[in-house]
C-alpha cells in the first residue's frame, strides 16, 4: 500500500492509490473511471498515427493493483470502451484473455457517455451492466458527477488534474476531487489526458505523483 493515502468518505475508510483508482477495503473492492479501452485505436482508425499497445497497459496496471490490494470486484465508472472502434478484433482477444485469468472477479459497468456510443462490451467478458446511480452502501456509482443521486457520489467523466505552478513552472497533475457529497476520480486510462478543474469552496484535493498522493487543499 505504499504511495496510497487514507480517507474517510462518507462514513467509510478508502484508499485513494497512485496509480489513479479508489480501493474499498470492506467491499475488497477497486473503482477505477475512464479506462476508455480502445482510445488508440479509434484514432489510429482515422489515420491518426498514435503509439499501440494502451490496451495492454490497461490490463497490466488492473492486474497490478489486484496484486497490491485483495480484490473481489472492480466497478468501472463509466467510459469503458472509447468508441465502436474498441470492438476491433485484437482489444477484445486482449480483454478476453485477461478476463480468463480472473473467471472470479466480479466486474461492473455503469454506463458513461462513451459507453452509449459504443454498445456494451463482449458479453464474453461476464461484465454486469447498470445504468448510473448504481447504490452499494453509502455510495452510488455515476459516471458524471453531477447526477441526483441519494448516496455520496464516486464518479468520473471530468479526467481532473491539478495544476501546481511555481514562480517559474507549473506541473499538471491528476487529481481526486472530493466536496460535500461527490467525489471524482482522475482518469484511469493509459491515453486520456486531462481536465484543469475548477475547485468550489470546500473541496479537497489530492494529487498523485504516479508514486504516492498527497493531500494539496
Known amino acids: 500500500m505504499s504511495g496510497a493515502r487514507a480517507a474517510t468518505i462518507a462514513g467509510e475508510q ?35 498515427p498514435v503509439p499501440r499497445g494502451t490496451t495492454t497497459q490497461n490490463l497490466d496496471a488492473l492486474d497490478a493493483l489486484m496484486a497490491q490490494h485483495a ?3 472492480i466497478v468501472f ?9 474498441a470492438h476491433a478484433a485484437a ?16 466486474l461492473v459497468l455503469v454506463r458513461g457517455n462513451h459507453d452509449q456510443h459504443a454498445g456494451d462490451p463482449a458479453a464474453a467478458l461476464g461484465i454486469e451492466m447498470v445504468d448510473e446511480p448504481f447504490a452499494i452502501g453509502p455510495f452510488a456509482f ?4 453531477d447526477i441526483a443521486a441519494a448516496g455520496y457520489v464516486l464518479a468520473g467523466h471530468v479526467h481532473p488534474v491539478y495544476v501546481l505552478a511555481s514562480r517559474h513552472d507549473a506541473l499538471r497533475l491528476p487529481c481526486f476531487v472530493a466536496g460535500e457529497g461527490r467525489m471524482i476520480l482522475p482518469s ?9 478543474v475548477a475547485l468550489a469552496p470546500g473541496e479537497r484535493v489530492w494529487v498523485s505523483s504516479g508514486e504516492a498522493v498527497h493531500c494539496v487543499r
Open 142 to 145: 455515476c459516471h458524471h458527477p
Open 14 to 48: 478508502v484508499l485513494l492509490l497512485p496509480e489513479k483508482a479508489l480501493y474499498w477495503p470492506a467491499r475488497q473492492m477497486l473503482v477505477v473511471a475512464d479506462i476508455h479501452f480502445g482510445k488508440a485505436a479509434s484514432f489510429r482508425a482515422q489515420g491518426v
Open 77 to 85: 465508472l463509466g467510459d469503458f470502451l472509447h468508441a465502436r472502434a
Open 71 to 73: 480484490t473481489r470486484q
Open 188 to 196: 484511469f486510462g493509459a491515453f486520456t489526458g486531462g481536465f484543469a
Open 91 to 106: 482489444t477484445v482477444a486482449a480483454m478476453l484473455a485477461w478476463r480468463q485469468a480472473h473467471p472470479d472477479l466480479r
